[in-house]
């Protein structure tokens, strides 16, 4: 195909794809592009640490969770064209070091084959999602090394009905070295 160069915004429903050609197979392998969107249409809006929470669709959600007890978000319903970020407005260092976790509504679930950083013994890794997962769960430590402290951000971009893309933007200094995010059903 020839190189094409547009003048105007490109403009697209579902996402951007990459994709790349097998050179044994042929078959191709798509991932989309561009999880982390543009914020500048999107409201924000402060809440209050609550056990429970039901996110709202284009918004910045202001959340000043801390890990002293536990807190369940309910996402919206997954609709191509929605964003949900949370936004994480203080450190996550407590003595009680209770989830957070952001559930799918219905039967929406996280992309197969979605990535989030993780660790353990101070060690980075990533977390991979697998088929009909509905759950990402963030474990703070007691410590002032979470990978989730204030001006983080948890970004779920849904480009097709039905199906959640998670992107992240965590803590990376040199000490935060803490805290797990796993996928679950």
């Known amino acids: 195909m020839a190189t094409t160069t547009f003048n105007g915004p490109v403009r697209s429903e579902k996402g951007f794809q990459?994709?790349?050609?097998?050179?044994?197979?042929?078959?191709?392998?798509?991932?989309?592009?561009?999880?982390?969107p543009d914020l500048t249409s999107l409201t924000a809006t402060a809440v209050a640490t609550?056990?429970?929470?039901?996110?709202?669709a284009n918004v910045i959600t202001i959340n000043n969770y801390t890990g002293a007890a536990a807190q369940a978000v309910?996402?919206?319903?997954?609709?191509?064209?929605?964003?949900?970020?949370?936004?994480?407005s203080v450190d996550v260092a407590h003595a009680s070091?209770?989830?957070?976790?952001?559930?799918c509504?219905?039967?929406?679930?996280?992309?197969?084959?979605?990535k989030v950083e993780t660790t353990s013994g101070a060690v980075a890794s990533?977390?991979?999602s697998i088929?009909?997962?509905?759950?990402?769960?963030?474990?703070?430590?007691?410590a002032a090394t979470n990978i989730v402290t204030i001006g983080c951000y948890?970004?779920?971009?849904?480009?097709?009905?039905g199906i959640w893309n998670v992107a992240t933007d965590l803590a990376k200094y040199t000490t935060a070295t803490a805290g797990t995010f796993l996928f679950s059903s």
């Open 18 to 36: 990459q994709v790349n050609k097998n050179t044994t197979t042929g078959a191709y392998t798509a991932r989309t592009l561009g999880m982390k």
């Open 50 to 56: 609550s056990g429970t929470l039901t996110y709202t």
């Open 74 to 88: 309910t996402l919206p319903a997954a609709t191509a064209g929605v964003v949900v970020v949370h936004f994480q």
């Open 97 to 103: 070091v209770a989830a957070l976790s952001f559930d």
């Open 105 to 114: 509504a219905g039967s929406d679930v996280f992309r197969t084959g979605s």
């Open 126 to 128: 990533i977390d991979t």
């Open 131 to 142: 088929a009909d997962e509905t759950k990402l769960t963030y474990t703070p430590v007691n």
């Open 154 to 161: 948890v970004y779920f971009t849904c480009f097709e009905d």
